[in-house]
């Protein structure tokens, strides 16, 4: 009967060309190739390779096994990550809680070698307003938020300072604040401002709510929609959201005269105290420690 190893050398001779070149890469010497294949073929009750020329090449038969073959390779490769996982105390899943305003390039850059580091691990990304992020950690439906800092002390939770994110007030082009050279608070306030609020209709401590009248929304992406694509308000975004938009001149960056730098809001990294954390949310904490670097 044959087995995995049969299989990966019959994979390897494929993709690299030669019985040679895949001794090479399975540290095994020609012969016990050539007779793993042999067997194989034996096993199959089919010829895989055409021995007639100088570089094997593979039958019809070959052809047709070949790609069955490879994906149980690939499968009982997966198997040993995952029993490996287990033997070290991997977690199966972590969840990362986080306002959208936070999903920067960076974070998926750590999410990139995350996933190279701890394949086993499956990750739930986690979309919603910063006020939602303790209640999710509270009630254990997420491992590690990632927040607007929020000004009330909460018991159960270990909040962690990483950073301030700068932020913008923006409008469309053609709105009445985009043409001022100075906006004042007096300007701001007749017009209709939108604001980032949870579901359970909480707004975050440091964001400033100005004007007169408002619309809500749990996502700044889709506040960011609102404000490019029309001249319904004007609000506070990310620098990162918006920076090629105020470059090509589809939004303008509101001249405040209260904002002489840009506002920046301080981020928390948030995890509960009551959990038992295992090596992969430990990697990824402190990677995301790094995420405003």
């Known amino acids: 009967m044959y087995n995995i190893e049969q299989l990966r050398m019959f994979v390897a001779a494929v993709e690299l060309g030669s019985f040679s070149a895949s001794a090479r890469k399975l540290g095994k010497v020609q012969s016990a190739v050539s007779q793993g294949i042999s067997n194989l073929e034996i096993d199959f009750d089919v010829q895989l390779f055409d021995r ?18 490879k994906a149980i390779v690939l499968q009982v490769e997966d198997l040993n990550v995952t029993v490996n996982a287990i033997g070290n105390n991997e977690e199966g899943l972590v969840r990362v809680a986080f306002d959208d305003a936070l999903f ?68 469309h082009p053609s709105h009445p604040l985009a043409p001022l050279d100075e906006a004042k608070v007096s300007d701001f306030i007749l017009h209709r401002q939108l604001v980032l609020r949870g579901h359970n209709s909480g707004l975050i401590d ?66 509960s105290k009551l959990q038992v954390k295992g090596p992969a949310q430990l990697w990824l904490e402190d990677k995301l420690k790094t995420l405003l670097d």
């Open 52 to 69: 007639s020329t100088r570089k094997p090449t593979l039958t019809q038969e070959g052809e047709q096994l070949f790609k069955q073959v």
């Open 206 to 271: 440091q964001f400033p709510t100005i004007a007169g009248k408002f619309w809500w929304s749990t996502s700044f992406r889709a506040i960011k929609d609102v404000v490019l694509n029309s001249k319904a308000g004007w609000a506070y975004l990310p620098h990162h959201m918006v920076e090629a938009e105020i470059k090509n001149k589809t939004l303008v960056e509101i001249n405040s005269s209260f904002d002489h730098k840009a506002w920046s809001p301080p981020v928390d990294l948030v995890t």
């Open 104 to 171: 920067l390039p960076s974070l998926a850059k750590i999410l990139d070698v995350f996933s190279q580091t701890f394949p086993a691990t499956e990750v739930d990304l986690i979309s919603t307003s910063s006020t939602d992020v303790i209640g999710l950690i509270e009630e254990s439906r997420a491992d590690i938020g990632l927040m607007f800092t929020d000004l009330n002390f909460n018991m159960d939770t270990n909040p962690c300072f990483i950073g301030n994110l700068p932020f913008y007030a923006v409008c």
